[in-house]
């Protein structure tokens, strides 16, 4: 099994600090009915993420990265196998027990944004909280604040039409970390910004969740996005190649 190392970066995080949560893959398997052929996405992949440790996992298109994350977030289950958070096999989870868990412990962050249009950057980043039915007058303080953090509070009546793609992803990494989730999950964070805002968004996705103890999986094609991981592994043709810590 692949037990991936974390760098010096977190050795300042004292262990009273770490709230993330673990994650173990044991012989996962993954694999698709396609016509008459069978399409193996993983393949017998074993992996643990300790908690705090923000991985990044890197690969070509069809690499398996995708269905990894998936799988991890209980959105899809494999064919066998089995996966552990904090030590706990999700394989017999029912699928309001997995929803649960999503909705308390695991924070999402797209390529692609995900904002809803008509709702404003400070509701966008506040909609975990909304969805829990909490009221406005307890929500806005903790959004505000993030938003002063990650230089928003002059956009927080703006809408998503009115924001760049760098002040969108922001607004969806607050939206990931408002409910304080133990785990993050990152499918190609940066595929929609150029290099020098992706570089801004990584830098801060990094040192917020190293301040909060959170575990990171990200998914990326790109090598220098991946050079933000306390540790790294490569996938290719659902198997993972080779790993390194940083």
Not at 10 to 32: A, F, H, M
Not at 66 to 93: C, E, H, R, Y
Not at 198 to 215: R, S, W, Y
């Amino acid at each position: 099994m692949l037990e991936t190392v974390a760098s010096k970066s977190r050795e300042s995080v004292g262990e009273n600090q770490i709230r993330g949560c673990e994650v173990r893959l044991d012989q996962i398997r993954k694999q698709y009915t396609q016509g008459k052929e069978q399409l193996v996405a993983l393949n017998n992949v074993s992996l643990k993420v300790k908690a705090g440790e923000f991985l990044a996992v890197m690969g070509a298109s069809g690499s398996g990265k995708s269905t990894l994350l998936n799988l991890v977030a209980g959105l899809d289950k494999p064919s066998q196998g089995d996966i552990f958070l904090n030590g706990q096999s999700i394989s017999s989870w029912k699928d309001n027990q997995l929803t649960l868990f999503r909705r308390r412990e695991i924070g999402f962050i797209f390529q692609l944004f995900n904002l809803i249009p008509t709702l404003s950057a400070e509701e966008n980043a506040a909609l975990p909280l909304l969805m829990a039915g909490q009221p406005r007058s307890a929500w806005k303080p903790q959004v505000n604040a993030w938003l002063k953090q990650v230089g928003l509070e002059n956009r927080r009546n703006h809408y998503p039409a009115e924001l760049s793609g760098g002040q969108m992803q922001r607004i969806a990494i607050i939206r990931a970390l408002i409910h304080k989730p133990s785990l993050i999950l990152a499918d190609e964070p940066t595929g929609d910004l150029d290099s020098k805002t992706g570089e801004k968004m990584l830098f801060k996705l990094k040192e917020i969740t190293e301040d909060l103890g959170v575990t990171v999986i990200m998914v990326t094609h790109d090598p220098m996005v991946a050079a933000y991981g306390h540790a790294l592994i490569t996938m290719k043709d659902g198997r993972i190649l080779d790993s390194a810590a940083r």
